[in-house]
């Protein structure tokens, strides 16, 4: 008797295993179909991302990635994060060409000086490229060993802060001065005319310059002649692109005013605040102005 009933118990019992997980396994199925969740609306699953200029945007999960902070931008936010020391400019100043790196960035920014706002200019240009031109040395090689994603050359100037109203008034009456305007700048015979300058900074289109060096607070400084009449020269001398927007501080001294006014224009200038000027200086070759002269 024992062996006759040993197969029909045995089988009762995988009969009855095969029922139970059949059972456990509709449960389970049926509890996620069913489920709360499942009957939430499609708009529930999209992440809401505001933002003040365009309104608010849906994007699905799958759309939206991470991605790391740059090394640029990581080491300005823990420079200006930890350091006492504040850039040259005011709050308001700096905003003057902050609005315009927002239209144009990322462009190619020439900034004559390199100072503790450099980081600043180089972050809020990201993407571009941003070079920085000083004429000391020293300081240099200790930026560039603080701050290596900062590209920056050494440059030598011949002027002297005592020679500026001498220089000013030979510049104007200078036929050499006044035909740089349609001629390479390397080439000029202006004693205005930076001709030492990496090959990289003629060879580039610039979008913005900015005039903040080199000294020009005593009377045996180098001053920024040179560097204003440059940078209003490079700016004419475009081959692309309608205008540059060039920046002068420190207008409150005689070079840094007289100077931009006499080589960018009064008629280019587009505002100023504080101790800085805004100038939109147009291509003098895309627009066929001729006649050597500097302002309309």
Not at 9 to 23: G, P
Not at 67 to 92: E, F, R
Not at 219 to 231: H, K, L, V
């Amino acid at each position: 008797m024992t062996t006759n009933l040993q197969f029909p118990i045995t089988l009762k019992l995988i009969l009855s295993s095969l029922a139970s997980l059949l059972v456990i396994t509709l449960f389970f199925i049926t509890s996620t179909k069913f489920s709360p969740s499942s009957f939430q609306p499609a708009s529930d699953k999209t992440i809401q991302i505001s933002n003040s200029s365009t309104g608010t945007k849906e994007q699905s999960p799958e759309s939206v990635s991470c991605s790391k902070i740059p090394p640029s931008l990581t080491d300005a936010l823990i420079h200006y994060a930890a350091s006492n020391t504040t850039p040259q400019q005011t709050l308001s100043e700096i905003s003057v060409t902050k609005k315009v790196l927002e239209k144009t960035s990322p462009c190619n920014f020439l900034v004559f000086g390199l100072g503790h706002d450099s980081l600043m200019w180089a972050s809020l240009n990201h993407g571009g490229r941003t070079i920085f031109l000083d004429e000391d040395e020293s300081w240099i090689s200790k930026i560039a060993g603080k701050f290596p994603s900062l590209e920056s050359y050494h440059v030598r100037y011949d002027t002297k802060v005592r020679d500026a109203a001498a220089v000013l008034s030979a510049a104007r009456d200078s036929e050499e001065c006044r035909t740089g305007v349609s001629m390479d700048l390397r080439a000029s015979k202006c004693e205005l005319a930076l001709k030492g300058l990496p090959e990289v900074v003629y060879e580039t289109e610039w979008d913005l310059i900015m005039v903040d060096a080199p000294t020009g607070f005593h009377e045996d400084a180098p001053g920024r002649m040179s560097a204003i009449y440059t940078a209003g020269m490079m700016a004419r001398n475009r081959k692309r692109g309608e205008t540059t927007a060039v920046f002068v501080h420190d207008v409150d001294r005689t070079v840094e005013d007289e100077f931009s006014m006499a080589f960018l224009c009064r008629d280019y200038m587009m505002e100023q605040q504080g101790r800085l000027r805004h100038f939109t200086v147009p291509s003098h070759r895309k627009y066929n102005i001729s006649g050597g002269r500097f302002c309309p």
